[in-house]
């Protein structure tokens, strides 16, 4: 019966261990989707040396990613992104000289490309996204209006494996929020990011 016993155990150690190592290699079951928190901050506002403005945002995100392309021979696929958020900002101006607190929240959408650098590990890869959504501004330097705004967002980086199914990503880019001229002073507010999130895959 012991022996029995440990024959089962056996079996099911291996059984475990070959569809784990399965569920790596296969990219089409295992890889396709994920999802994030991310968390990003500002390290410059605006994009000249000298700028008339201050504005320091700290983002806290959800990233829903999808796969539009599932071909596992490639080395590139390309995803669908869902980004609600809730982000805390400080600013300053030429005319408001202390420092205020604010807000924003709002949702993007975007698309993300994946370049895996060797087909046997799709959890290492390089990335680039691009996202754009409408938002809520509560409070903001003269040169912009507050309330409604849009969120613009080009990102850079590399994702690597932790243990499992769950991943990091460290990443970089540019941010843009503007009005569209919809609501006057619209001169926009423009970041340098950088930032990371924990992700799990599926």
């Not at 089962?8 to 475990?16: E, F, G, R, Y």
């Not at 590990?121 to 309330?147: C, E, K, M, T």
Request: glycine residues 6%.
């Amino acid at each position: 019966m012991k022996l029995s016993a440990r024959k089962v155990a056996s079996v099911l150690l291996v059984t475990a261990v070959s569809h784990y190592t399965f569920a790596q290699n296969d990219t089409r079951t295992f890889f396709n989707h994920s999802v994030a928190f991310t968390v990003e901050r500002s390290i410059k506002s605006g994009y000249k040396v000298n700028q008339d403005y201050s504005y320091v945002v700290t983002t806290h995100q959800v990233e829903l990613e999808r796969a539009v392309t599932r071909n596992s021979d490639e080395q590139v696929s390309l995803h669908f992104l869902v980004i609600p958020q809730y982000n805390t900002t400080d600013f300053h101006d030429w005319k408001f000289k202390e420092n205020r607190s604010s807000w924003e929240a709002g949702i993007n959408a975007g698309l993300k490309i994946r370049v895996y650098p060797g087909k046997d590990h799709q959890r290492v890869f390089l990335f680039a996204s691009i996202s754009s959504g409408p938002h809520y501004i509560d409070r903001a330097p003269v040169r912009q209006n507050n309330g409604f705004i849009f969120n613009n967002n080009f990102r850079f980086g590399f994702h690597f494996p932790i243990a499992g199914a769950l991943g990091m990503e460290i990443k970089a880019g540019l941010r843009h929020m503007s009005n569209l001229g919809l609501f006057p002073p619209n001169h926009g507010l423009d970041n340098v990011m950088i930032g990371g999130n924990l992700n799990y895959a599926f």
